[in-house]
């Protein structure tokens, strides 16, 4: 719709070498790509713009052959197709370039480059591969890169830049004609982002095309022909980037109606509980190749007593970095100072944290939240044992007594307190999560994206209970990446990106477009 | 021969099932109404077998009925055939108990028979050849073992290493540890004297009580103390804290980390309490053999997984418990001993136990 024109403007570059049609997908009954259209002419950058959730990575996994299942139309270079899976898709000349890389770290930059289809001498000896074969096509396709490197490395002895370069001259190895780059500078400095975009247009110029997700403003506009934004798995239009101004694109972005009802806050500010300075933390997976990388850099703020602060970032902000390193988890703080009631907080390790009253819940329920195997009342006295455990031994009955308690007041519906966590539902499974957390008494809560996965039933109980917290003077720093949550439920926003707070809004401050402006822009506090 | 406990065994069952209770069978088992008749009986009958319990002991209701069947003309009946089982079985069964431990964190532990065929050796060379009182050699070699499991669980817990590589790199050491301080031989009542000649001396008191058998010759006093042991570890595992922790830890490292559970220090713990077991064990060997073999106790670190895998604890961690493994000992012990009664030659014993060992577990896989 919106995008006729600049199809037709750059028709004269031939037809699309993708083109998907009408893309629908669901997971376990959620829709989250509703009949969306998009195409990738050769030599274009297209660039995918929405936030998180948006249903961009879903767009990507079925281009990649990832997920199989979808309503809609694929067509690639002007044949309908189907891919049956990531391998077949990249044998058709689809490369991801992934944010996480897909290169296996133990083998050599050779090796990565043909794994999966090294090159054999004859059709006849299909199990012997032509090493030396491999190693002059290597060089040639690093040669067409400028990648002056020891290809019979291994590729862990290499930086992040150099390793992204790798991965797209094995992508040129495996002849791809469409690259989808995720994400593709999140970990690369300056200079290393000008060098990625001097090769995006050398690869613009044979013809490839490119599909570009990322999360940040000035970098669409460096780097996009064209931009496609989805919101909540819709299609929300297409547009060649120079008709389709900052503020337009970003008003494409937002526009989420905020048709949830919030209940009521009455907030009464206490004395500040809170205070962070200063805080810093590396990266340490970079460590290793002798560049420090921060995931969060120079953070200060603060939450009162009876305050909920919500953190808004788009993916690689650093947000959940935060609160990890805040609570302990990456082991002692180097960088910046915490304080909890004025007094100083020791970060050290979480068992210290606990202690001290701070309670961190994480987004990963399952992976890092619950003990999946342990029942609800083993999971709830899971942070505070010593209080049903006097002189070591577990009082079953206190641990019960405790259990229902929470039962009740957050309502976990259960069979009884004996169930295993691993068969509720998601809602349920969260409020145990809470649950637990409260039992420490904890004077400030650290909430990484409390509704996620959560029904709306149980959003709305988690709301109401996250208010009755703060009445009773918790103060809560939470994630999440819902914009109406942030607008109807925080008394200030904190903005972040690439690991620093860009932006600070009161409640009344707050729009859309300015959150979502300041966690794509790099711009001063 | 031995299709026919199993056809009769699952026979019986439904069967039973049907008859004795048709208020519980309800009336889809009644005549006439065809097709749902059997996939309900299928599914109630399936559905007991839900229950960790009834998974469990299973094997070992099937196991004693062959030993009823093939009694070896009355042999299994006699009480002294189940005591000789329990004893026989008590080393390796307290071995299995730390062995329980470590597997519900997450982790194994390699080391165990070596540990034992060390303590064996200390144990014997301080009270035979150095004449110790059981006083000072059993508090110090409970420590030796101890301090060998908590070096290996410092290596999982500090360094971060692979329980595997730890805990075999014990094993190697531990061996070594016990032939050099034994010079290689086994140390026993038999002395060697500077000039090549042997001294004969008395093998001390300890060794004779505790190789003993008692209320009235019916009960070995290794078995009880293979079940102190259990008691122990139960106590430990389902009544303290530090039990909580252990099946945190291995059920999730990381959401028990974050929830303050001191991680490390309950990997110490469990490799700890396996080194200690390792020594009750160690001595327990000594006195049954009446001597310290360095080699004592090799594979017996296998047995022992074998009998916890046997009672349906999970290797991947944060499931089961000290009476599964209680469970699965004696399972193994009658097996072993149902064998050995019927005199089958010890080549078939060994592949008849493998098989038993994947037909149990693959049993206690089954889920409808």
Known sequence: ?525 | MSETPISQQEGLLPGSAGARDPASAAPALEHGDLSPAPTRARSSFWSIFQTPWVRAIAPLVFVVIIGLIFSASGTFLRWGTHRDMLRQVSVTGILACGMTLVIITGGIDLAVGSVLGFCAVLFSLLSIHRDWSPWGAIPLVLLAGSALGLLAGGLIARFKMQAFIATLAMMVFARGLAKSISGGQKVSGAVLNPDGSYKYVELPRIFGTLDHKILGENVAVVTIIFLACVALCWVLLARLRWGRYLYATGGNEEAARLSGIPTNRVKLLAYGMSGLLSAVAGICQAVQEQQGDPEAGSTYELSAIAIVVMGGTNLNGGRGGMLFTLVGAMTIGYLEKILSINAVSEASRLMLTGGIIVAAVLFQKVRK
């Not at chain 1, 780059?181 to 995006?200: C, K, Q, Y």
């Not at chain 1, 994630?479 to 009344?508: K, Y």
Request: net charge neutral.
């Open chain 1, 1 to 525: 719709m919106t995008g006729e024109t600049a199809t037709a403007a750059r028709v004269e570059m031939g037809a699309p070498l993708l083109s998907m049609a009408g893309i629908s997908k669901s997971f376990t009954g959620v829709p989250v790509l509703r009949d969306v259209s998009f195409d990738l002419l050769p030599g274009e950058a297209h660039v995918l713009a929405g936030e998180n959730g948006a249903g961009k990575s879903t767009l990507i996994k079925i281009a990649a052959g990832v997920h199989t299942e979808y309503e809609g139309q694929l067509v690639l270079y002007g044949r309908p197709t189907r891919f049956t899976s990531p391998h077949d898709a990249t044998a058709q000349g689809i490369s991801v370039i992934h944010q996480e890389m897909s290169l296996i770290d133990a083998m050599t930059v050779v090796d990565n480059m043909f794994l999966g289809r090294e090159l054999t001498r004859k059709a006849s000896a299909r199990q012997w591969t032509d090493r030396p074969a491999q190693l002059r096509k290597a060089r040639e396709f690093c040669a067409q890169l400028d990648l002056d490197i020891d290809l019979s490395q291994p590729v862990e002895n290499y930086s992040l830049s150099i390793k992204n370069r790798i991965e797209i001259a094995k992508a040129l190895a495996f002849n791809a004609r469409i690259m989808v780059m995720d994400e593709p500078t999140s970990a690369l400095a300056e200079p290393e982002v000008d060098r990625l975009f001097g090769l995006i247009g050398q690869l613009k110029e044979r013809g490839c095309g490119i599909i570009y997700i990322t999360h940040r403003l000035e970098e669409i506009y460096r780097i996009a022909d064209r931009i496609t934004v989805l919101r909540d798995g819709r299609h929300i239009g297409t547009a060649a980037a120079r008709d389709l101004p900052e503020a337009e694109l970003i008003r494409w972005m937002i526009g989420r109606e905020l048709s949830e009802h919030f209940p009521e806050r009455k907030t009464a500010l206490g004395a500040e509980r809170l205070r962070i300075e200063g805080l810093s933390v590396p990266d340490a997976g970079a460590a290793s190749t002798g560049i420090t990388r921060w995931l969060v850099q120079d953070v200060a703020l603060s939450v009162r007593a009876g305050e909920i602060v919500g953190i808004a970032g788009l993916q690689g902000s650093g947000n959940s970095e935060l609160l990890r390193g805040i609570f302990g988890a990456y082991g002692k703080l180097e960088h910046g100072k915490v304080s909890i009631d004025g007094k100083p907080f020791d970060v050290h390790s979480p068992r210290r944290s606990v202690r001290q009253g701070l309670a961190y819940l994480t987004s990963d329920r399952k992976g890092t939240g619950l003990v999946l195997g342990l029942d609800i009342a083993q999971n709830i006295t899971l942070a505070s044992l010593q209080a049903v455990s006097p002189a070591g031994w577990l009082s079953r009955s206190k641990e019960r007594q405790v259990a229902e308690r929470h039962v009740r007041a957050l309502s976990i519906r259960s069979t009884g307190t004996t169930q295993e966590v691993a068969t509720l539902s998601g809602g349920n499974q969260q409020k145990v999560a809470l649950a637990k957390w409260i039992e420490t008494q904890p004077r400030v809560l650290l909430l990484d994206e409390p509704t996620r996965g959560v029904d709306v039933g149980a959003k709305h109980e988690i709301y109401e209970l996250m208010n009755e917290w703060t009445r009773a003077g918790f103060a809560i720093l939470m994630i999440t990446s819902e914009m109406p949550e942030l607008l109807g439920l925080c008394d200030r926003i904190v903005v972040m990106h690439r690991g620093r707070v860009s932006a600070q809004f009161s409640r009344a401050e707050a729009t859309q477009e300015r959150i979502l402006k300041a966690a794509m822009a790099d711009m001063a506090a």
